[in-house]
């Protein structure tokens, strides 16, 4: 049986994942269609949080920089989630003829969100190898950044293998899972008491 994922793979994520870190995040997905065009916007966010998240720790300057920092943590954080949310229904599509067996795993994670901690693997293992590289750092802090790197490699290759194995279980109709909705209550005004409460 053809799989349905013929054009994506774990392996195919991880190095459109490393080309982004290594050209400046400009790279384009492999495939304009969906789910490629959510994976590039998902990745994109996560590296516009990383970026916002390290400024948002500053010290050195007025509350009202932060501030600003938080906001626009809460707006790629949004899109970030809706991104995922959009991988999983591409993919889920691509699985609406197959029917999983009664006894199909019902696994708790999604790919979407499998997808996302990638990403977000592919971020950390970009900086942590920065650090490795650093000539001001003590020979102690290269090393322990060596030793954390390998640990985030090792992470990642798992979580690899995880996504594979799910997808050509849900082809094969052995396992499913759905779409869960992040449903943001913080970013709705109608949700949110302290939005909704100022009217």
């Known amino acids: 049986m053809t799989s349905p ?27 304009a ?4 065009a959510s994976i590039a916007t998902n990745h994109r966010c996560n590296n516009l949080l ?3 998240e390290d400024q948002a720790r500053r010290t050195d300057v ?11 943590i809460d707006g790629y954080n949004q899109r970030r989630n809706d991104a995922i949310e959009r991988i999983d229904e591409a993919l889920l ?3 609406a003829a197959i029917t999983p067996a009664p006894d199909a795993w019902h696994n708790s994670e999604t790919a979407g969100s499998i997808v996302d901690r990638l990403s977000i693997l592919a971020l950390k293992i970009h900086h942590m190898r920065a650090q490795t590289l650093r000539s001001d750092a003590s020979a ?6 060596r030793e954390k ?3 985030l490699s090792l992470q990642r290759d798992d979580l690899a293998r995880c996504l594979d194995a799910l997808l050509d279980a849900a ?5 499913f899972w759905r779409v869960y909705r992040q449903f943001k209550m913080y970013n709705d005004p109608t949700l949110n008491p302290y939005l909704y409460s100022q009217k």
């Open 33 to 36: 269609d969906e789910p490629w």
């Open 5 to 31: 994922f013929a054009s994506l793979d774990a392996r195919a994520i991880v190095a459109y994942h490393d080309a982004c870190m290594a050209n400046e995040r400009t790279n384009a997905p492999p495939h």
């Open 50 to 52: 990383w970026d916002e």
């Open 93 to 95: 599509a691509q699985l």
């Open 140 to 145: 102690a802090h290269v090393q322990q950044c």
């Open 62 to 72: 007025p509350d009202s920089a932060i501030a600003a920092n938080k906001r626009a």
């Open 149 to 151: 790197l390998a640990r």
């Open 171 to 175: 082809a094969r109709g052995r396992a």
